[in-house]
């Protein structure tokens, strides 16, 4: 009865936020249509002066990096073998599996031709960035769905595929942290050929590095802010000292990163444009003081850390801060040569909307039916009905962040 | 033997001619916008009494040509840059990545194709000259050899230095190329891009970051095994598993 009850209690915001789900696939779909038939230049505000938008800068880019908790944590598992942290692996690895998933979905809608996207494996230019970006993508896509296998064969008792994938775990992870390095970095790398065109804050030789040092960076933060929604979505406990530790590496990641462009800036001499009374400048300063600086402190000081909510919140940062460095690359940074103001249309902000909501849907999923949270042994019938009703509340509380 | 054109700004009349014949030869709409897009492959430009034009300048070792990642672009033997539509996933990192902001597209099509001149290539092979060059009334766009041309280039220069500008554009700018362009006015005036960065061949920028691939993927490989062995080690060790034969403690 008191099954009943909660089930009820949460019918409510259940057909809210399904509704909010569904309208928002609804004209995610239309804007699809609409993208399929007429073409990029009627559903996009993209042009010959921005040919790449929100759908590059964010659904790619930052689709990318936000899913890096995938491979650091994974690094911190099994290569340092800080084996605490292994409660929360499984969680990061399908989050970083549904983020390239939603990543090559999100090509399809970018690319003019999306049904020549395969071409790259057979039609090959070693000297094109893009070219290993895809392949490295293509890989390690795999490989996070290897490493995520484990689960699904725990699921349905296949016993000998989870023996041969526990056998190749190491080599597996090793190939998957060396994938991630490059295609993070060469994110990065995609824009060294614009030297004339992308703006000097943020056009760098180092451009790679940076790429690479702030996914790692993100991938901690992101792994924190969605053990924190999970802990509450699922009712599961939070693993605070292992969060505390993640932030505290996070912190001093964002250290090294600040510390390395501070001195870039330097060695390009570009300080006059951190106090130029430009766009480009403001949006620098957001970008840094209140995604990286600002956080930074903030995870700096054990007091600070120990609070979940400053915690939460200053990860939050991190992770908008890292969305607005890739926007900040991919957008901002290319106004001043395009001669023009780029914002999303309708359209793409419609598209992007329905990934974000697909991919909080199928995790939803797989963590109903999968076991993500713990490896086990399937609970008892009586609990998993349990599990099935505290779940109900995730969306709710995700989709409202 | 590599071709190239030669534009001179001090013959060009400005007639338009060029637009017209590209137009015909690549079955273009007529249009009245004077601006590089998919209905024009070339845009004859004024600056008070100087008339230039824009197209693609061919470069000897193009940026688009490194970016594609599926070689959809193709620097010929012949000095075109040419562009197979087959091949293209319609990624658009060429026009992000060009020097020149060459590279246009067709926005409105639901299969769209990157526009660019492609030197009339298929003329070339032909034995033909293209296009715009061939219906040049005044010789302002000269097609030839392009080491003939920038002799000729020079040379020009030098026999009337109060009537040129004293550069060859494409001489050097982004590594050189194929197409080169003589001045009476310097070339920052006409809005031709110049500085530090135009220096050097734009693929360069990406290489010095691409060449460390396989550092990476070997160094990478090697540490990440050897750091897991120590770790796994010691741990083994520690905890007094360490059993002579080498075996180690399952990892999951």
Redesign the interface.
């Known amino acids: 009865m008191s099954a009943k009850n909660l089930a009820q209690k949460y019918i409510g915001k259940l057909t809210f936020w399904k509704t909010v789900f569904f309208l928002v696939i609804l004209v995610g779909l239309y804007a699809a249509v609409l993208r399929y038939s007429q073409g990029l230049g009627t559903a996009t505000n993209l042009n010959d002066n921005f040919p790449w938008g929100l759908w590059i800068g964010f659904d790619v880019l930052c689709g990318v990096g936000l899913a890096s908790g995938g491979f650091t944590l994974a690094a911190v598992v099994y290569i340092f073998n800080i084996k605490q942290f292994k409660p929360i692996i499984r969680p990061a690895i399908l989050t970083a599996f549904l983020g390239y998933l939603l990543v090559i979905v999100g090509l399809l809608f970018d690319l003019g031709k999306p049904w020549n996207i395969w071409h790259p494996v057979v039609m090959w230019n070693p000297h094109s960035v893009m070219f290993e970006v895809a392949w490295c993508v293509m890989l390690y896509t795999a490989v996070l769905a290897l490493e995520f296998s484990p689960v699904v064969f725990e699921k349905f008792r296949l016993e000998k595929p989870l023996k041969i994938i526990k056998r190749i775990t190491i080599p597996l992870v090793i190939l998957g942290v060396i994938l991630s390095t490059l295609h993070q970095s060469s994110l990065g790398s995609l824009f060294l050929i614009a030297p004339q065109n992308l703006h000097p804050l943020w056009y760098s030789p180092l451009l790679p590095v940076y790429f690479f040092i702030s996914a790692v960076m993100v991938g901690f933060a992101m792994v924190i802010f969605e053990a924190n929604l999970s802990s509450r979505a699922f009712n599961t406990p939070l693993e605070k000292p292992l969060l505390m530790e993640l932030a505290r590496a996070a912190a001093f990641i964002m250290m090294l990163y600040l510390v390395l462009r501070v001195i870039d800036f330097g060695r390009r001499d570009v300080w006059a444009y951190l106090v130029q009374p430009t766009y480009e400048t403001l949006m620098f300063w957001l970008e840094i003081g209140g995604g990286v600086i600002l956080p930074m402190i903030v995870l700096s000081i054990p007091k600070f850390r120990r609070n979940r909510t400053a915690l939460f919140w200053s990860v939050a940062m991190v992770v908008v801060g890292f969305v607005m460095n890739r926007m900040n690359v991919t957008i901002t940074g290319f106004q001043r040569t395009a001669g023009e103001f780029y914002y999303p249309s309708f359209y793409e902000v419609a598209v992007t909307l329905m990934l974000v909501a697909l991919g909080f849907a199928a995790f939803r999923f797989v963590a109903k039916y999968f076991p993500i949270f713990e490896e086990t042994q399937p609970l008892p019938a009586a609990a998993r009905k349990q599990v099935k009703v505290t779940v109900k509340p995730k969306a709710a509380f995700l989709e409202s962040q | 033997m590599s071709y190239g054109i030669l534009f001179d700004t001090t013959k060009c009349i400005g007639c338009e001619g060029c637009m017209y014949a590209c137009r015909e030869q690549n079955g273009l709409p007529e249009n009245d916008q004077y601006k590089?897009?998919a209905q024009n492959y070339t845009v004859v430009k004024s600056v008070q009494d100087t008339y230039y034009r824009q197209m693609c300048m061919h470069c000897e070792d193009p940026?688009c040509v490194?970016?594609?990642?599926?070689?959809?672009l193709e620097k010929t033997e012949e000095g075109p840059v040419v562009y197979d539509a087959q091949?293209?996933?319609?990624?658009?990192?060429c026009?992000?990545?060009c020097?020149f902001?060459v590279p246009?597209?067709?926005?409105?099509?639901?299969?769209?194709?990157i526009s660019k001149c492609v030197m009339c290539y298929e003329r070339i092979q032909e034995g033909e000259i293209p296009a715009c060059a061939d219906i040049c009334p005044t010789g302002a766009t000269q097609f030839g050899k392009r080491d003939e041309l920038l002799a000729e280039a020079h040379r020009r220069i030098e026999e009337n230095p109060d009537l040129y500008y004293p550069h060859v554009y494409g001489e050097t700018e982004a590594g050189g190329t194929s197409v080169l362009f003589l001045s009476s006015i310097p070339f920052t005036e006409l809005g031709f891009?110049e500085?530090e960065?135009?220096q050097k061949a734009?693929?360069t920028?990406?290489?010095?970051?691409?060449k460390e691939?396989p550092n990476?993927?070997v160094f990478?490989?090697v540490f990440?095994?050897g750091?897991?062995w120590i770790?796994?080690r010691r741990?083994e060790i520690d905890n007094g598993t360490m059993s002579g034969t080498g075996k180690r403690e399952?990892?999951?």
């Open positions: 590089l897009s940026a490194s970016v594609c990642p599926v070689g959809a091949k293209c996933i319609g990624c658009r990192y026009m992000v990545s020097p902001s246009k597209y067709e926005w409105a099509s639901p299969n769209p194709a891009p500085g960065e135009y734009f693929p920028y990406t290489w010095k970051a691409q691939i990476v993927v990478g490989g990440l095994y750091l897991w770790v796994n741990i399952e990892n999951e």
